[in-house]
């Protein structure tokens, strides 16, 4: 229709500057901009740490050509609201003189959705809208989730063997996957901005949940225990520099631990519990007022069955080990047949990832 091979080798550049500033942006989106003048790149920016600059207001300040009569590109529709951390972007278009904008994706953001598009065009700018839609969703899926629902953007990530299994027993730590796969482990945890385990996974495979194979920022290191039984001496609880660790724990636990975990750094949240088993639902409201807009959940058996039967993911990444065990735990118990869809396949060295999302 009405784009051409430029206007898709633009936007696939804004897609490159948005991903710059994953880990660092929640609760915003991922943004970038090209500013195209005369078949040439006059200007880019990109939406760098929450509370900063936009990616437009970077992309104009980087130019040093004039921008009147240039083209626009950005994977969001630019923002028109106040009352928020930055001045909005249109007024900023429009006093610029650019004559044409082109966008993926409507900012889902109630506040914006389409206004920003409309005072464009009342102000006598061409706006194309839904330049490789679905890839600009894809871009943007924390944030297009977390802005409506207001609960983080779910990933379930399982390692396991070919004959299904994520350990050779109860309680025991296997290690099934390559090392491929624990880089990509590694930048999983980059991107996202917290991940959790249960009580269980702490006590077996005494984690740290960091980012070392790869370059990146910790994300939160999340724990669900509802009566606080992880030990103290767990790398996780051990601070050592930035990292954050947080406890999802039963309003009956005892207060003498709560002020012993709260005293080496660890935030605890007391939430109601029945039989110390505390609800789901309530945890990720809870991750949402703390504007986490994504969370990786990395096991074990009990968090993977709860997170499964109860529907409560966006995706799930299989890590699948070419390794038999014989015997062992599968990685969910869930009640009946659940019939999942296959989204994406790629090898990661010797192990094959395989990307699933529920079948709607
Ligand atoms: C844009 N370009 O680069 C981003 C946008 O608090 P603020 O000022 O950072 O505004 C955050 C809101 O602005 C956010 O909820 C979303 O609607 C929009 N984000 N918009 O035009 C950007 N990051
Ligand atoms: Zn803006």
């Known amino acids: 229709m009405k784009f051409s091979t430029q206007d898709l080798t633009y936007i696939k550049r804004c897609f490159e500057l948005a991903d710059k500033g994953r880990g660092f942006v929640s609760p915003n989106p991922f943004v970038g901009t090209v500013i195209v003048k005369d078949g040439s790149i006059i200007g880019e920016g990109w939406h760098k740490n929450f509370g900063g600059a936009h990616a437009e207001v970077i992309a104009v300040e980087s130019s040093n050509e004039e921008i009147k009569g240039a083209t626009l590109y950005c994977n969001l529709e630019p923002c028109c609201h106040f009352n928020k951390q930055t001045p909005p972007c249109v007024p900023l278009i429009i006093s610029k003189e650019i004559s044409r904008v082109v966008i993926s994706n409507l900012d889902p953001n109630p506040n914006v959705n389409g206004n920003g598009v409309k005072q464009l065009r009342k102000a006598g700018i061409r706006v194309d809208t839904g330049i490789l839609e679905d890839e600009g969703k894809e871009v943007n899926k924390f944030y297009f989730k977390y802005v409506i629902e207001k609960v983080p953007y779910i990933t379930i990530k399982i390692a396991q063997s070919i004959d299904g299994k994520i350990s050779a027993d109860k309680d ?41 194979e790869v370059k990146g920022r910790d994300p939160i290191r999340i724990i669900i225990d509802g009566d606080l039984s992880v030990s103290p001496d767990s790398n996780i609880i051990k601070l050592t520099g930035d990292e954050k660790t947080w406890i999802f724990t039963s309003e009956n636990s005892h207060q003498e631990k709560i002020e012993q975990f709260e005293k080496l750094g660890i935030k605890i949240f007391q939430l109601p519990a029945d039989k110390k088993k505390l609800d789901l639902d309530g945890i990720l409201k809870e991750l949402g007022k703390e504007s986490i807009t994504s969370l990786l959940v990395e096991g074990g058996r009990q968090i993977f069955s709860q997170f499964i039967s109860q529907e ?12 038999i065990l014989g015997k062992g735990i599968s990685a969910f118990e869930t009640n009946g047949i ?14 094959l990832k395989i990307v699933l999302v529920d079948r709607q």
């Open 172 to 212: 025991v730590q296997t290690w099934l996957t390559g090392e491929d796969s624990v880089k990509y482990v590694h930048q999983l945890r980059d991107r996202y901005d917290a991940v959790l385990v249960g009580a269980n996974t702490i006590k077996v495979d005494d984690p740290r949940l960091t980012v070392r």
């Open 312 to 323: 409560l993911f966006d995706e799930i990444v299989i890590l699948q080990s070419p390794k």
């Open 338 to 351: 659940k019939k999942l869809k296959i989204k994406k396949t790629e090898r990661l060295g010797e192990d």
